[in-house]
């Protein structure tokens, strides 16, 4: 089996061909073929000589990630479902918006969490990506839309939300971060990158010390360590004082604010009284809020807010200062929402939306 060249860094690339061409500018050449014009055909790497793009095409592939299906709402959101080399699928969306567009990448196939209202948790952990396998879904997702060689036609966002916990994949991820930074390459700003954890402390502290890094979220959903334990087991690990004594002592660069997800569910964690400890909690943190309704599933037992509480939740927040949005559902019919991910194929989706 051919190996894949996306997700080499320049210099790994430069190791690549020293034994092929030694100048140094051939790997620059071919990092921004790869990453930049984002080639289908190695052939195609025109700055090279012919000679070297035929011994690399017969030796390597661009990418083994294959697009296995694609699932379009009437919101205009794409979800994707991607194959990997050894058969497992992993699932990347794209969200349009009037001014720059999203991607959601997913950085595990699965997940270990066991967050009780994310259909990914319900997989568990198959394995981790490698960094050309994150990579590789923006590189797919944007090659769908414009076509090799196309710049996309409105700004571009990266959010780390999908299937999986980054942090628990911090080399691969962080890898993959600096691929789209790089300058010669998709050259994606590290503030328009966003990374969501469920709360892995040590390495949010680890993340604090990286020259490149992204924009941090963190997936909350409770204000108490009793219910936080039940919805999300990560917390049995690293408790509330625990997560937001990393979050302010986290080091934020200008304008920079720390994102806090809120998952909103119908009885449970949606009183005035969640509201106001929410405040207590962030206290001393520049924090905004983003507040989720629930994507429901009917494999789990949770139920979404009534928008008047989500409503009163936010007006209770911004009372107190914090700036806080609802993040309105996007792709929910064709199960891309927000906790929905669970690589879903087509017959699934039938069954899912056929009602009972």
Partial sequence: MREALLGRTREELKELLRARDPKPYRAHQLFEALHRRRIVDLRAATDLPLPLREALAAEYVITDVEVADVFQASDGTRRYLLRLRDGVRIESVWIPEPYADTICLSTQAGCPLACQFCMTARLGLLRNLEAGEIVAQAWLILNDLYGPEAKPKRGLNLVL????????????????????????????????????????????????????????????????????????????????????????????????????????????????????????????????????????????????????????????????????????????????????????????????????
Avoid at 161 to 185: H, Q, T, W
Avoid at 215 to 238: G, V
Avoid at 245 to 261: G, V
């Fill in 161 to 356: 939300m999908g299937m999986g916990e980054p942090l628990l994949n911090y080399e691969n991820v962080m890898k993959a971060i600096r691929l789209f930074c790089d300058s010669r390459g998709m050259n994606i700003s590290q503030r328009r990158i966003t990374l969501s954890t469920a709360g892995v402390v040590p390495r949010i502290r680890r993340l604090a010390t990286e020259p490149i890094r992204p924009e941090l979220a963190i997936s909350l959903a409770a204000t108490t360590n009793a219910l936080r334990d039940q919805l999300m087991p990560i917390n049995r690990r690293w408790p509330l004082e625990e997560l937001l004594a990393a979050c302010r002592a986290y080091p934020l660069r200008r304008n920079e604010w720390i994102s806090f997800e809120y998952v909103m569910l119908e009885g449970i964690n949606d009183g005035e009284e969640d509201a106001r400890r929410l405040i207590r909690l962030l206290r001393g943190i520049r924090a905004k809020v983003n507040v989720i309704p629930y994507n429901p599933a009917p494999e789990l037992p949770f139920a979404s807010s009534p928008e008047s509480r989500i409503a009163r939740f936010q007006q209770i927040l911004r009372a107190a200062g914090i700036p806080t949005f609802i993040r309105r559902p996007r792709g929910r019919e064709i199960a891309a929402a927000c906790g929905q991910l669970a690589a879903r194929q087509r017959e699934d989706l039938a069954a899912l939306l056929t009602p009972s």
